[in-house]
């Protein structure tokens, strides 16, 4: 509305200074109301720019035109930038959409001058009002809502199952822009000329009060609406995935049957195979093939080229593999085998027998998996072998072993002697496994999340047309054995078009129209009479509007009440328990029966039974001021249903219906950071009162006392030492609170050789080699780690500078690369120091903690802190021994890369 006073107070004379300053209100209030718009529409319930063109074309003598088509159209490119759909399409719509507004402005402005002639200028009478916003509402909305849905239809925005309920809802929003805002805007522009003048408070104030109101109930239906819709999608989703993992369960049941009979009958001839198979088969078309793949080493090759061949009766048999052009050739020589021995149904798959599985990458890999946990194992998505079309399948494939292994308990390494393999057609399962659940609109697909980005997606549902909001995407994991699929499931617009329940629209609409009415019946009144009766009505108008706002604020207050996260209880004039709100129970765990309707005593007794300390409750009396006095905070520790604190605040009511209210507010969070914030600043300024002590006494002596130059030298160093220790405590307060801000943001992840690091650390360093010697026991190859570099110098540079301060002249510092079983790198370094106590070893990482507590070794206590916060960010941790008198030994512990350096492993605590 700013706008609009600029343009009321200038006036401006030039047509390009008015077309400026209304396109940019234009802009601004088409902004407000298309924030309204409910997806999937395209068209807002309340479009207050469309009221304003209307004013400012009446008021101008339609010279304002110009500024609303460009107003309009900058609207509508910006709406296509904020979801990145800026182009010439987007152009070509918002020059429709603007066109269409310009237009309607026109005709509004074209039929109440025609009609009313000036009395527009006044609204004084009951039947120019009725007449003017009549015409430019109503009516002359329909111009824009036609031509924007039009322009949408034609550029394919919107589908032609939305287009009745767009073009409803965008002929509702500038009809009822229409009958709220022009008034509203002549009252601006006139305002300075009488009986604008006076109706301008009286009118603009009650409607934007009733605005704001309608607004927030508008945006509560709207939340409420998507959130809806969005668990309808959900219960969708969690069905499908069900259903998919019942599908696949079957299957699993089918192929370890298969396996069971295979362990126990490994003679079994082809017949006998496929008489087992041939149900399993029928029943589940998905299914492709069910085949046994025996398990064969390289020195039983000939054997069994030579059994399988005198079995099945194919001369010359022997293990094949595919060569790059894709041809069936002979296996080379390798390993281990698995190959395809039987198969069902043969028909078709006869070519498969012989063929090693395991000679293709994506199989072995599932082959590797079964064999290593003895469990199930499913592939990656494949093109399947068998099938000249292109379709995605996966292998199951159990583990089979010999009866003899199954039936002992000994324990021994089981002996493999092949796999029972399903071919699944994924789609065809999903088909068959879905085909209950599908509703018409929701997509659906399938990807397999370990699999590579090209061969990812397993599964597409048919198209659903235009996609709908992402914001009701459902994605969940189903477990396939050993894998993990991405199931995701995605609305249409016509699908959310379809299952819109138009609560949101409907609480908007009624708000807007009673706004509506309201603001007809203000223009009514204050037209009529005379400036004292208009006072006199405004008066009354406005306790009428305050009862109206607080029968409204009432409904927002039992909202607010049910969706507060604080609790509250409210006690009636008898002093029972009348209300209590959901975040009450949810903070104390006092369920509503217990309380509601019963006396404070029960309230008091349930608290107490949940206090940290019963005893010192003392009921809730004391929370309640007396006589007036304000309102005092009070804090009331529990320990059910959780460890918590509250805080709690009595007031008064003046209510007829309720006595007492008591509000409840959990600061559990709060008291814990001021728990922590009060220990930090006791050890910090702990830390910082020495050096400032220091520094500002010697300076007093310096500055007070004439003293001799070897003293004051003295004095100058002890001050230099000091102001360097509060330097180095500032600078490693900052390089924590950084670490701990930004949690690993600004670190620089690389390939870091820790081998080479630790060999130039301890070079940059260059001890005394006589006072502290520096052992190194470095392997010769590079051990690589994911790191930030600088990190990782600053940590071993800290832990370095502690061995050499705690270690006495001569004591040599042993610096080494360890690995461990876990997977993790170590640099370990020893001293021959004072060494610590076992309660000293649980303290270390802590800020401002030191072994020495004599003050004669140099340091800030927050080295460890910082080297500990380091580790952390990069997935590692820290490694301490020590004893007294003897030394200390910290390993730094890296989480290793699969092609770090394998070295001795060691044990780490």
Request: glycine share 6%; net charge neutral; proline share 5%.
């Amino acid at each position: 509305m700013s706008a609009i006073v600029v343009l009321a107070d200038a006036r401006p004379r030039s047509t390009a200074s008015l077309v400026t300053v209304a396109a940019a209100t234009y802009l601004v209030l088409g902004w407000l109301g298309i924030s309204l718009t409910i997806p999937p529409g395209f068209a807002s319930p309340l479009f207050p720019a469309a009221g304003f063109a209307v004013a400012v074309m009446l008021w101008s003598g339609n010279r304002a035109w110009p500024g609303i088509l460009l107003g309009s159209a900058l609207l509508n490119l910006g709406i296509a930038w904020q979801h990145g759909e800026l182009g010439y399409l987007s152009a070509l719509i918002a020059c429709g959409i603007a066109s269409g507004a310009a237009l309607q402005a026109f005709v509004a402005s074209w039929l109440v001058a025609r009609v009313l002639a000036n009395a527009w200028q006044w609204l004084e009478q009951d039947r120019d009002i009725f007449r003017c916003l009549v015409l430019a509402g109503p009516l002359a909305s329909v111009v824009s809502a036609t031509t924007g849905v039009v322009v949408l239809l034609l550029a394919r925005v919107i589908v032609p199952e939305a287009a009745q309920n767009n073009w409803w809802t965008w002929w509702t929003g500038d009809t009822l822009g229409v009958l709220i805002v022009t008034p509203l805007s002549l009252a601006v522009l006139y305002g300075k000329h009488s009986p604008w003048r006076e109706r301008l408070l009286s009118v603009a104030v009650p409607m934007l009060i009733v605005l704001g109101l309608v607004a927030g109930a508008f945006f509560t239906a709207a939340r409420w609406e998507r959130a809806q819709q969005k668990a309808q999608i959900q219960d969708h989703g969690e069905a499908l995935a069900q259903l998919l993992k019942q599908r696949f369960i079957a299957h699993q049941e089918a192929i370890s049957a298969l396996r069971r009979l295979i362990e126990v009958t490994p003679a079994m001839s082809y017949r006998q195979f496929e008489y087992f198979t041939q149900i399993t088969l029928r029943d589940n078309p998905d299914i492709f093939a069910l085949s046994f793949n025996p398990y064969v080493v390289a020195a039983e090759r000939k054997a069994f080229e030579r059994d399988t061949a005198a079995r099945s009766g194919i001369p010359g048999f022997e293990i094949k593999e595919r060569d790059r052009q894709r041809r069936l050739v002979r296996a080379a020589d390798r390993a281990e085998y698995v190959t395809v021995g039987f198969i069902a149904p043969l028909a078709g798959n006869a070519p498969a027998i012989g063929y090693d599985i395991n000679s293709e990458p994506v199989r072995h890999a599932a082959i590797e998996r079964a064999k290593t946990s003895r469990v199930p194992a499913v592939t990656a998505p494949i093109q399947l072998v068998q099938e000249n079309q292109k379709r995605v399948g996966v292998l199951v494939l159990h583990p089979a072993y010999k009866k003899e292994f199954l039936l002992s308990d000994a324990e021994q390494t089981p002996a493999l002697i092949g796999f029972a393999v399903a071919v699944i057609k994924v789609d065809e399962m999903v088909e068959i496994a879905t085909r209950t659940a599908v509703v018409e609109g929701l997509g659906f697909s399938i990807e397999d999340a370990e699999a590579s980005a090209l061969d990812r997606t397993i599964y597409q549902s048919p198209s659903t047309a235009t996609p709908g909001d992402p914001y009701y995407r459902w994605r969940t994991q189903v477990r396939m054995a050993d894998r993990d699929w991405n199931l995701s499931v995605m609305p249409s617009a016509a699908y959310l078009q379809q299952k819109r329940s138009w609560a949101a629209w409907a609480v908007g609409v009624t708000g807007l129209t009673l706004a509506a009415l309201l603001q007809v019946l203000l223009l009514v009144s204050s037209g009529r009479t005379s400036i004292v009766q208009r006072k006199v009505k405004e008066q009354t108008e406005e306790l009428h509007a305050r009862a109206d706002a607080l029968q409204d604020r009432g409904v927002q207050l039992d909202a607010l009440f049910s969706l507060s996260p604080d609790g509250f209880v409210v006690f009636g004039p008898d002093g029972r328990v009348k209300f209590t709100n959901p975040a009450f129970h949810t903070m104390t765990g006092i369920a509503p029966e217990d309380i509601s309707g019963k006396p404070e005593a029960a309230l008091e007794g349930e608290l107490r039974r949940r206090a940290e300390q019963p005893e010192l409750f003392k009921g809730i009396s004391p929370y309640f001021p007396e006589n007036g006095a304000t309102p005092k905070i009070h804090l009331l520790a529990l320990q059910q249903p959780r460890p918590s604190v509250l805080q709690l605040i009595g007031i008064h009511s003046v209510a007829a219906s309720v006595s007492r209210i008591l509000y409840l507010r959990d600061v559990t969070h709060e008291a814990e950071v001021d728990r922590m914030k009060s220990e930090f600043l006791s050890h910090a300024a702990h830390e910082l009162r020495t050096p400032m002590a220091s520094i500002f006494g010697f300076s007093e002596l310096l500055l007070e006392m004439d003293l001799d130059e070897a003293t004051r030298r003295d004095l100058l160093e002890t001050i230099h030492r000091q102001t360097h220790l509060l330097v180095e405590i500032i600078n490693e307060l900052l390089d924590l609170a950084r670490i701990e801000a930004r949690r690993g943001k600004d670190f620089t992840i690389t390939e870091v050789d820790l081998t080479a690091l630790v060999r130039d650390t301890v070079a940059d360093l260059a001890f005394d080699a006589e006072r502290w010697p520096v052992n190194l026991d470095l392997p010769a190859q590079e051990t690589k780690v994911l790191a930030d570099a600088s990190k990782v110098r600053q940590a071993l540079v800290n832990v370095l500078g502690n061995g050499q301060k705690y270690s006495p002249v001569g004591g040599a510092l042993d610096v080494a690369i360890k690995t461990s079983p876990a997977g993790f790198i170590g640099i370990a370094v020893e001293d021959h120091g004072i060494g610590m106590t076992e309660e000293q070893i649980g303290h270390v990482g802590q800020r401002f903690w030191r072994a020495d507590t004599s003050g004669k070794t140099p340091g800030t206590g927050l080295g460890m802190a910082i080297v500990k916060e380091i580790l952390e960010l990069h997935g590692g941790h820290i490694e301490v021994h020590s004893r007294q008198k003897t030394g200390t030994s910290i390993t730094l512990w890296f989480p290793v890369m699969s092609s770090a350096l394998s070295l001795p492993p060691v044990s780490p605590t």
